[in-house]
């Protein structure tokens, strides 16, 4: 039977009528409770061989998933689909599949949103559409369709040994990501009789890579994307990680067995007089010192500025200090003087818990806890190196081309840095951003991407995507900082309503009652005068 047989239209006309059996002109909204539930019990009959369902039920209106006693938004009534893509036996007989949740409110708005997630994945968050940065309700409650996914393998967020399984690091890298897209569009269309409206992509830290990815390798998938404090070349942040540790260990006082005390390295006063000769320098480049390094571009702080001339004291750092101060901000470079991987920004989040943590850990001892020596050496070891090592040592000496050389085949699949942004920015919109103090995603490295993607791209590219600094704000939330925002109501205003974000509105518990604007990148929050405490009295200035 070929393309043109009657018979071939006539089966084409059948299946698809039992794929999308429920009559498009049929709003759910005017479905009984009955109704409804029946529509969403139907769904598990999409199952075959290569998509199971664990439930599709109708949960009523009620408080959002969350631990006891904490805050939580109420939901609408709405569907609730888990199922698993592809499921199967991997390497070291681990059960794979690309586990997904999908929660269709009744009262829809058209809209639909992929919630980016976290770490490494591995756990299935619940798909009510948290929204990073924001203290609005979250998405499912604003009447969007929300889907999660696991990424393809279950386990801790920081749990890299998936990486063993040659798929498991494909569905991780991109493929859970088109498949669960796919799926999701497959059972909104099946519940409502329709497509959504329109779609979109929020997420941060490894949401805000997958975000970046959707732009990347689903550019007709969605119309907006958020991509926050993205891990876009996570082989390369990896790679600096361990580098890191190293870097570290030259000055760390070591245990009886010879092992470096890496949280010993620099002491809290240490850090905070790094923090204060930062903010003397540097806080009032934008017309006014008021904590917040706007004009980051601007700032010249050195370490070395802080070197003792004599013996050490709270208000000086050794030369070996300095040095690898330095270097850690300055991240690992390639023979010919570029970076790998940063350089990151001075901010005053180099004196918070959250980068000691990061860089130096709280152990005592040789046995360290810092996130480089945890989840950064972990996925490097099981994840970024091809061939997998799970015994590779940070501490060995190695040759960083050949490391680069290891980590390229995964980077190729998992790097969401590529700048060709031709198909999306034709039609969709982006708003990426990131904290100037994050403690893992460097901020110029994000800036040297977004001015090679518009060079790549050409204007389509510049009108298509924006970048936003926050100063002071450490890995997506948290720090010295207005790191309160919503940048779901900007970009939905950005792809509907044709309003592009020149300025966003931050707040934060870090300054109370105190707003500042979020400036596109290249421009710059200056000061005008008038009140210090409103963003009003700020514009956004190169």
């Known amino acids: 039977m070929n393309a043109r047989d009657p018979r071939h239209l006539l089966l084409l006309a059948g299946t698809l009528a039992a794929v999308f059996a429920i009559p498009a002109a049929t709003p759910i909204q005017a479905q009984t409770p009955s109704d409804a539930a029946a529509r969403c019990a139907g769904l598990s009959g999409l199952a075959r061989a290569n998509l199971t369902f664990a439930k599709a039920e109708l949960v009523e209106a009620g408080p959002a998933p969350g ?25 070291g007989g681990r059960e794979f599949g690309i586990g997904f949740e999908v929660r269709l409110p009744l009262e829809w ?64 890298a991109y493929n859970g990501l088109s498949e669960v897209t796919r799926e999701a569009k497959a059972l909104i269309a099946r519940f409502y009789g329709g497509a959504p409206r329109k779609s979109y992509f929020v997420g941060c830290s490894n949401g805000g890579r997958q975000a970046l990815m959707a732009s990347q390798r689903l550019p007709l998938e969605f119309d907006g994307i958020v991509a926050g404090d993205p891990a876009m070349s996570f082989s390369r942040i990896a790679l600096g990680e361990v580098w890191n540790m190293q870097v570290v260990a030259r000055i760390a006082p070591k245990d009886e067995a010879g092992r470096p005390i890496y949280a010993k390295a620099f002491s809290p006063a240490d850090l ?19 904590g917040m390094i706007n004009d980051w571009r601007s700032c010249g702080f ?17 030369a070996g200090q300095v040095s690898v101060l330095e270097d850690l901000m300055s991240g690992p470079k390639g023979a010919a003087g570029n970076h790998i991987y940063g350089p990151f920004t001075f901010d005053t989040g180099i004196a918070s818990s959250a980068w000691r943590g990061m860089r130096l850990g709280t152990s005592e001892t040789g046995v360290p806890n810092s996130a ?43 790097d969401a840095d590529s700048p060709f942004l031709s198909t ?96 596109p990148y290249p421009l710059v929050a200056r000061y005008d005068g008038g009140n210090p405490a409103s963003a009003g009295s700020f514009s956004c200035r190169s």
Not at 483 to 504: C, K, Q, S, T, Y
Request: aromatic share 8%; proline share 6%; net charge negative.
């Open 67 to 91: 631990p006891p006693g904490a805050r939580r938004t109420n939901l609408p009534t709405h569907c609730l689909v888990q199922g698993t893509i592809n499921p199967r036996v991997g390497v």
């Open 109 to 172: 708005s058209g809209r639909f949103m992929f919630q980016g997630g976290g770490g490494l994945d591995g756990v299935l968050g619940a798909a009510i559409g948290n929204v990073p940065n924001s203290t609005g309700a979250p998405a499912l409650a604003r009447g969007f369709a929300v889907v999660s996914t696991d990424a393809g393998h279950r386990g801790s967020m920081v749990d890299a040994s998936f990486g063993l399984d040659q798929q498991a690091r494909v569905d991780f």
């Open 272 to 290: 905070s007089l790094v923090r204060q000769a930062v903010l003397n320098q540097c806080d009032a480049l934008d017309g006014l010192g008021d």
């Open 302 to 318: 050195r370490p070395s500025q802080l070197t003792c001339t004599a013996g050490k004291t709270d208000q000086c750092l050794t």
């Open 372 to 414: 480089d020596s945890s989840l950064g050496l972990g996925q490097f070891r099981f994840l970024q190196l091809t061939p997998p090592d799970q015994d590779w040592d940070p501490l060995a000496p190695y040759d960083l081309a050949d490391l680069l050389r290891r980590i390229r085949y995964q980077g190729g699949i998992g």
């Open 424 to 519: 999306f920015a034709n039609s969709g919109k982006m708003i990426v951003y990131n904290g100037m103090s994050d403690q893992g995603m460097a901020t110029p490295h994000l800036v040297r991407w977004y001015e090679e993607m518009v060079a790549a791209t050409g204007d389509a590219g510049r009108d298509a995507v924006r970048f936003f600094g926050v100063p002071g704000m450490l890995h997506c939330g948290g720090g010295e900082a207005t790191d309160r925002f919503e940048m779901l109501d900007a970009i939905v205003a950005w792809v509907e309503e044709g309003r592009a974000p020149d300025r966003i509105i931050a707040t934060g518990d870090a300054f109370p009652g105190i707003s500042r604007p979020l400036c």
